[in-house]
């Protein structure tokens, strides 16, 4: 054993991962389990997404440093790819590694083109632990210790309309998840939606709307906001977007993007080979594969079932949440030790809070894994002693 320890701000899961394939990873012993937690969603394309996996080794043999300020044909590639899947009027994009960095671009972008100090964001949103992300993250469990922040938030309920006539003229941007995910797996509402991004044009501010998680397919369209017909002036994405290798990206308007400095932002390794050649592979998987439709397809299915299984258990099931392959199941009770059951019996998933289980499958599932996910929810939910006592 190494005898160096890790810095661990989050409780090990107790298994030793050996191998992993599509939706499915083994431990050292052989064990077999559903994976439903793809590292916190990024490996929503499958481990090992073979176009991720073969671009990754063409890059291999070629060069693995390089900035993009030099031209190559990977860039060129990956480019093109995201050309196809964008919206249209999103025309610039900047590659870095991890969501919150994204976030904190699209930050710094709003304040600087809008001349403005303040944001706003939501109840319930999670944007990322950076600093400046963690300002407009809501969760005070995230933000305790770490004032003063960056920059002032307006924090308004998520799905009140009502609320957003409390976005002022003095707002650089609106921070939006189009679904919450690290809440609960939030769906917004059409209206509210809607009213967020009139609110915006009628006070200046910019909208930002985070794709990290809901994006590039999970919920069945491409991108989640445009189920809702806006535009946004800035969108961010990462996790799952390169199957799983870490890479985010910030794609603006032509507004936006044409008024960059030189020497406002950069990244040592933002838009790195391996990256770009992972982020093409993955638009491939998502357009050969038709991703959306699959997800949003296996997403009913496994959702209907859910709300099945929540009727034959109310006594301890709250609540199910669920759009596309983003899913909550609300408990009335602590939802850890169902997640340590669960796992016992090969079943992987996560946790929102302290009482919701949520589930962020691959697209890859099929109908006897979701067969499998139901009845090991029903076997585990079942030991609750008269089905909602405390364990």
Same mark, same amino acid.
């Given at each position: ?162 609320? /957003?006539?409390?976005?002022?003229? +003095? =707002?650089? @941007?609106?921070?939006? !998840?189009? &679904?919450?995910?690290? %809440? $609960? ?90 990256? /770009?050649?992972?982020?093409?592979? +993955? =638009?491939? @998987?998502?357009?050969? !594969?038709? &991703?959306?439709?699959? %997800? $949003?397809?296996?997403?009913?299915l496994l959702g209907s079932q859910l709300v099945e299984l929540a009727r034959e258990h109310r006594r ?76």
């Amino acid at each position: 054993m190494p005898n160096l320890s890790l810095l661990r701000f989050s409780a090990p899961r107790g298994i030793s991962v050996a191998s992993a394939e599509g939706q499915y990873i083994w431990d050292e012993s052989g064990r077999r389990y559903l994976d439903l937690h793809t590292g916190h969603g990024a490996a929503f394309l499958g481990h090992r997404n073979p176009y991720v996996v073969k671009r990754l080794m063409d890059q291999l043999e070629r060069f693995t440093c390089l900035p993009p300020i030099f031209g190559s044909e990977v860039l060129n590639e990956v480019l093109e790819a995201l050309g196809q899947i964008l919206p249209k009027h999103l025309t610039n994009v900047f590659f870095l590694n991890s969501g919150s960095e994204a976030v904190e671009l699209a930050l710094k972008l709003a304040r600087k083109r809008s001349g403005r100090k303040s944001f706003a964001s939501f109840t319930g949103a999670f944007h990322g632990r950076t600093m400046a992300a963690l300002s407009v993250t809501h969760n005070p469990r995230y933000r305790a210790g770490f004032d003063p922040l960056p920059g002032e938030t307006l924090f308004i309920p998520y799905n009140d309309t009502q609320q /957003l006539s409390r976005i002022g003229d +003095g =707002v650089a @941007a609106v921070v939006l !998840e189009p &679904v919450q995910g690290e %809440a $609960g797996v939030y769906p917004a509402l059409d209206e509210f939606v809607k009213g967020v991004a009139e609110r915006c044009s009628e006070v200046g501010a910019y909208l930002i709307v985070d794709e990290v998680q809901a994006g590039f397919g999970r919920t069945g369209t491409v991108w989640s906001h445009m189920e809702y017909g806006v535009k946004p002036d800035i969108m961010v994405a990462g996790k799952s977007i390169a199957g799983g290798f870490p890479v985010s990206f910030v794609a603006t308007t032509s507004e936006i993007g044409e008024g960059v400095e030189e020497g406002e932002h950069g990244s040592t390794h933002g838009g790195n080979p391996l990256a /770009l050649a992972a982020l093409t592979g +993955g =638009v491939e @998987a998502l357009l050969k !594969e038709n &991703v959306p439709e699959r %997800a $949003g397809h296996m997403g009913e299915l496994l959702g209907s079932q859910l709300v099945e299984l929540a009727r034959e258990h109310r006594r301890l099931v709250r609540d199910v949440r669920a759009k596309g392959l983003m899913l909550a199941l609300e408990l009335r009770e602590r939802v850890s030790p169902y997640i340590t059951m669960l796992q016992e019996e090969g079943l992987l998933a996560l946790r929102s809070g302290a009482t919701t289980l949520r589930m962020l499958p691959p697209y890859l599932i099929t109908q006897d894994d979701v067969a499998n996910c139901v009845s090991t929810l029903t076997k585990v939910l079942s030991r609750s002693r008269n089905d909602g006592g405390r364990l």
